[in-house]
């Protein structure tokens, strides 16, 4: 099973002070390298996630700009033709993702045209790249994360989040699924009473329910595929992916 890589660009006028002087008139840009295993729900985008306290990693690549990533995924991208050498990258710059926080984006395919870094505390950092895109109408985890930054304003302050990072984001109706209707991660994680992102076995059982679920009944509303079963959209999606290469690159096997 592979994941999409999926390029979530810093607008040009945040691009991190440290980076400025690698970025020339022939760099395409500076993103944050999210890994899904969903790229058809890429439209139901509401902000990206990053851990506090893992260190993430920018990169120059031959095709694709330059990415951020934790330090493993960019090695294994290194292996993948993602540089000029095979095997061979220059680390530009180190960030924690705290220092992230806040950095507006755009988000490829996403119903909001900007969307924000936001903290996540459940972040594996030795999962994908430790770039996660959230898309809370289709993944419990995603959502619940998200209830607690709009609903605790302490967590904001902590991480210097503005209100209008997180309260004008919600979920967005891009698969159907009965008898749950249209925002399925937000049903069940009422229905099972979670309360947060860290009602950890709570959000596993959720995640797997949904899953199957999602797959092999869900319809997608929206884009290209819409009124076409999500199993199968997902067959079509990674090529659509590589053809929208401004944003959204292909595969990423880990
Ligand atoms: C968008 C998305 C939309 C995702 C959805 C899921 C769902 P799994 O099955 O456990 O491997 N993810 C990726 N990397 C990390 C990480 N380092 N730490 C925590 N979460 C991570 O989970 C794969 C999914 O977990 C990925 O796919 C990503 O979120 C997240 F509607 O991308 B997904 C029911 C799930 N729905």
Redesign the pocket.
């Given at each position: 099973q592979g994941y999409t890589l999926i390029k979530l660009r810093i607008h040009d006028d945040h691009i991190p002070a440290i980076l400025k002087t690698h970025v020339t008139s022939s760099t395409n840009g500076v993103y944050l390298a999210a890994?899904?295993?969903?790229p058809e729900?890429m439209y139901g985008q509401t902000n990206c996630w990053l851990h506090p306290d893992i260190l993430y990693v920018a990169f120059e690549t031959r095709l694709h700009g330059i990415l951020i990533c934790t330090r493993r995924a960019a090695q294994n991208m290194v292996y993948q033709e993602f540089t000029h050498i095979y095997g061979q990258y220059t680390i530009l710059a180190e960030f924690l993702g705290s220092e992230l926080f806040g950095l507006p984006l755009y988000a490829p395919l996403s119903y909001y045209e900007t969307v924000y870094v936001l903290p996540m505390m459940?972040?594996?950092e030795d999962?994908?790249?430790?770039v996660?895109?959230s898309?809370p109408s289709?993944?419990?985890?995603?959502y619940a994360a998200l209830m607690d930054i709009k609903n605790k304003p302490n967590l904001r302050e902590k991480y210097h989040i503005k209100e209008s990072m997180v309260l004008p984001y919600d979920p967005v109706e891009i698969i159907e699924l009965e008898p749950d209707g249209r925002l399925a991660a937000p049903t069940i994680c009422n229905q099972m009473k979670i309360h947060s992102q860290n009602d950890r076995d709570k959000l596993l059982e959720a995640?797997e329910k949904?899953?199957t679920k999602?797959f092999y009944d869900g319809i997608l509303l929206v884009g290209k595929y819409a009124n076409t079963k999500v199993s199968d959209a997902k067959k079509t999606c990674k090529v659509i992916s590589r053809s929208n290469d401004e944003c959204v690159v292909a595969l990423v096997d880990q």
């Amino acid at each position: 099973q592979g994941y999409t890589l999926i390029k979530l660009r810093i607008h040009d006028d945040h691009i991190p002070a440290i980076l400025k002087t690698h970025v020339t008139s022939s760099t395409n840009g500076v993103y944050l390298a999210a890994a899904t295993l969903r790229p058809e729900t890429m439209y139901g985008q509401t902000n990206c996630w990053l851990h506090p306290d893992i260190l993430y990693v920018a990169f120059e690549t031959r095709l694709h700009g330059i990415l951020i990533c934790t330090r493993r995924a960019a090695q294994n991208m290194v292996y993948q033709e993602f540089t000029h050498i095979y095997g061979q990258y220059t680390i530009l710059a180190e960030f924690l993702g705290s220092e992230l926080f806040g950095l507006p984006l755009y988000a490829p395919l996403s119903y909001y045209e900007t969307v924000y870094v936001l903290p996540m505390m459940t972040i594996k950092e030795d999962k994908g790249t430790g770039v996660v895109t959230s898309v809370p109408s289709d993944s419990p985890d995603d959502y619940a994360a998200l209830m607690d930054i709009k609903n605790k304003p302490n967590l904001r302050e902590k991480y210097h989040i503005k209100e209008s990072m997180v309260l004008p984001y919600d979920p967005v109706e891009i698969i159907e699924l009965e008898p749950d209707g249209r925002l399925a991660a937000p049903t069940i994680c009422n229905q099972m009473k979670i309360h947060s992102q860290n009602d950890r076995d709570k959000l596993l059982e959720a995640k797997e329910k949904i899953y199957t679920k999602s797959f092999y009944d869900g319809i997608l509303l929206v884009g290209k595929y819409a009124n076409t079963k999500v199993s199968d959209a997902k067959k079509t999606c990674k090529v659509i992916s590589r053809s929208n290469d401004e944003c959204v690159v292909a595969l990423v096997d880990q």
